[in-house]
């Protein structure tokens, strides 16, 4: 981790600038003190940059070596005072570098002791005079603990009673510090973090101390943030002008150049990825082709970048730790900028999946403008085009329906629907996918008992919508099915097809109609001379609702099978529906399969039916399966429910109502379970308009006649 610490490293070209700073420090002779400013804005580097002063004195001989003196205006004490604290630091650092300068160390800590009796001197007269004032009487005791401390001040002066006056040690101290070998280099960083007040009090000192020789002060800010709060403690809003008269040469940061930012964000991000065995992963030309409009305008300082980097460590660390890293690392690495500087772009992404993918919501061309601009409105206008282009890039083909084409070469793209949630999971959740995981499923298609187990054990995970919408997608892997595996691949589907609960399905399709297209590709790989003996050893094996659903979505001839294979099977399967009805009616999508057998061999799919209407019990298996859960009152929003739905076109399609009701008469509702009961009343309700329906036509197929 990065983390606040000054680099250690000179990726940005500072140690020269630094070095020659470092110089002029050095070789200062001059009578009085000098205040030497570096400025730049939070973030810039600047304390990297002191880092690379220090070494730079540090390389020096003993005898050129100034003596560096860090104070912190961070770690005053808060009872202390900064005269008192900069004194204590100063004769504490001389003692113990100077051991042989014995009367100096004291002298300072005198001559502080001088300065802070005056301070308090004056404060407290001032609030005694303020307390002569009836309507100030409040303050009369805080009156009291000023004059209190006076006393104590008064106490501790008296004790260097040969330090008859101020000017008197001023003069002595001088005296003391010129004979130093070397400048004493007072290093004062992190100035613009303080208070106004706080900053008021040291540049103050400054300026009262600044007469003193061989004393060098370095002061690290941002010339911003100290001239602003100098306006409040200077009179007449002249903070610039004071700090102006303070420090006598005032260097700002060097510019970081565009291509400085580049290479170290991109050294960075190499590192982190080759830490954790990653970085082979990284598309480097997409993205340092992103870097030029997109993303340098989100690391203008060292301190963003910095952050970033810091941040990725921490998510990559986690993801290589955890989980199999199987994502896109270009688009990963673009998500993880929006999540730290875009906050609220980001947090519209997972909410909307199907339209930055494109699956279900195909947005029209002239659209697509409104709905990016709609996503860019939460942005900065000076970064709002970086940030859009930065969208296109992670989901090129959103909106469109040919939307896989724009990255059919990227690994696992968050664009890509079936794997879109693991980037905003941190991890590849349990209801997906890894690409090694689908590897080893489609090597183990050639033995039906292995890919059947990991059909199993995807259904017993959740993860077999995602599975199944991976198979059905061949532009995803390049393994394809070979001949040989090709009957094995078959068989399992065939007997996984029986234990789909009817309710089962994919976020796509129902996974009845996946396993349909699944067994078509397995047809169509094998041998001409195998795919007939396999397709009909579907129906033979006692486990035909693979082929049944080939059989009745044939609805062009299009079925990788002769023409014989095909008569042959609607034989067989008649005969095998004949014999098990029950399967057939609470099958996957019983409705759709009996639809579509009815399409394509109407004299059996009737006889069938005919069948299920001579027994009520089947009539009302019948009616259930042609039920299904849909939202209510889609027209009013606010009152939008779940209920059971009959899908009656498709039912009028099939069947005789009036036999069907007629058949349905007998059931006894309470013997039945929630959803066939259900299910019968909504078929009843939908019977009686259907009813109505039938009679208003007729009476006016009957009025127009007569009037004919």
């Known amino acids: 981790m990065y983390g606040d610490q000054p680099a250690s490293e000179d990726l940005l070209g500072r140690k020269p600038f630094a070095r020659r700073v470092a110089d002029l420090v050095r070789t200062w002779s001059g009578e009085k003190s000098l205040v030497v400013g570096i400025y730049g804005a939070w973030g810039s580097g600047k304390s990297t940059l002191v880092k690379f002063f220090r070494e730079r004195l540090d390389e020096l001989p003993d005898n050129e070596r100034p003596l560096v003196v860090p104070f912190n205006p961070w770690e005053w004490n808060a009872q202390q005072g900064v005269m008192e604290a900069f004194f204590a630091e100063l004769s504490a650092s001389i003692k113990r570098s100077q051991p042989k300068a014995s009367k100096l160390p004291q002298k300072l800590l005198n001559y502080s002791a001088a300065l802070s009796l005056g301070a308090t001197i004056a404060k407290s007269a001032q609030t005694i005079l303020s307390v002569t004032k009836p309507h100030w009487a409040p303050v009369a005791a805080a009156s009291a603990m000023a004059l209190e401390s006076s006393a104590e001040n008064v106490k501790t002066a008296s004790e260097y009673a040969n330090d008859r006056t101020l000017s008197a040690l001023k003069t002595e101290l001088s005296g003391l510090l010129s004979r130093l070998k070397t400048n004493v280099v007072v290093v004062m960083d992190d100035v613009d973090r303080l208070t106004s007040r706080e900053i008021g009090d040291l540049f103050q000192l400054i300026k009262v101390n600044a007469d003193f020789p061989r004393i060098v002060y370095l002061v690290v800010c941002d010339p911003n943030v100290v001239e602003a709060s100098l306006n409040d403690v200077v009179a007449g809003n002249k903070g610039a002008e004071f700090l102006e008269k303070i420090v006598q040469a005032g260097f700002h940061m060097p510019r970081l150049l565009p291509n400085q930012r580049e290479r170290w964000l991109t050294s960075g991000v190499r590192e982190i990825l080759r830490r954790y065995g990653i970085e082979e992963q990284l598309d480097v030309v997409r993205w340092e082709d992103s870097y030029d409009e997109q993303l340098e305008r989100y690391f203008n300082t060292p301190r963003e970048i910095v952050r970033y980097l810091d941040s990725l460590e921490f998510v990559i660390a986690d993801l290589a730790t955890h989980w199999p890293v199987d994502f896109d690392v270009v688009d990963f690495l673009l998500l993880e900028v929006l999540r730290m500087y875009e906050r609220e772009l980001y947090e519209q992404f997972a909410g909307n999946k199907e339209k930055l993918t494109g699956r279900h919501y195909f947005l029209k061309p002239e659209d697509r403008a409104a709905y990016l601009q709609g996503l860019m409105n939460v942005v900065p206008t000076t970064r709002r085009h970086s940030a859009e282009l930065m969208v296109r890039s992670i989901f090129p083909g959103f909106g469109t329906v040919d939307y896989r084409t724009p990255f059919r070469s990227r690994t696992s793209p968050v664009s890509d629907f079936d794997t879109f949630d693991r980037y905003f999971f941190f991890g590849v959740p349990a209801s997906e996918l890894t690409s090694d995981a689908l590897k080893r499923i489609l090597e183990d298609r050639a033995d039906s008992d292995l890919f059947l187990a990991h059909l199993r054990e995807a259904r017993e995970n959740s993860s077999l919508p995602a ?223 259907h009813g109505r329906r039938v009679r208003a036509k007729r009476h006016r197929t009957k009025k127009g006649s007569a009037d004919a």
């Open 467 to 689: 599975l199944l919408n991976r198979l059905t997608d061949e532009r995803l892997y390049d393994e394809k099915l070979s001949s040989t595996a090709a009957p094995s691949y078959l068989r399992a589907l065939s007997v996984f097809s029986n234990e789909i609960d009817p309710e089962e399905a994919s976020y796509r399709h129902p996974a009845h109609g996946q396993l349909r297209s699944l067994a078509w590709s397995a047809l169509s790989a094998m041998n001409n001379e195998d795919r007939d003996g396999e397709f009909l050893g579907l129906f033979r094996e006692g486990a035909p609702l693979v082929g049944a659903l080939l059989l009745s979505s044939d609805r062009r001839n299009a079925l990788p099978v002769s023409a014989a294979a095909r008569k042959a099977a609607r034989v067989l399967f008649a005969g095998w529906a004949a014999a098990n009805t029950d399967t057939i009616l609470t099958s996957p999508g019983a409705a759709w399969l009996i639809s579509t057998w009815w399409d394509v061999d109407r004299a059996n799919a009737r006889h069938f039916l005919d069948h299920v209407l001579q027994s009520p019990d089947l009539a009302i298996r019948l009616v259930t399966a042609f039920s299904r859960h849909g939202l209510s009152d889609v027209h009013r929003p606010k009152k939008r429910r779940t209920e059971l739905q009959i899908e009656w076109e498709a039912l009028v399609g099939v069947v005789d109502i009036q036999k069907l009701q007629k058949a349905l008469q007998p059931v006894d509702e309470l013997k039945l379970d929630s959803r066939a009961r259900k299910a019968l009343r909504e078929f009843r309700k939908e019977a009686k308009t």
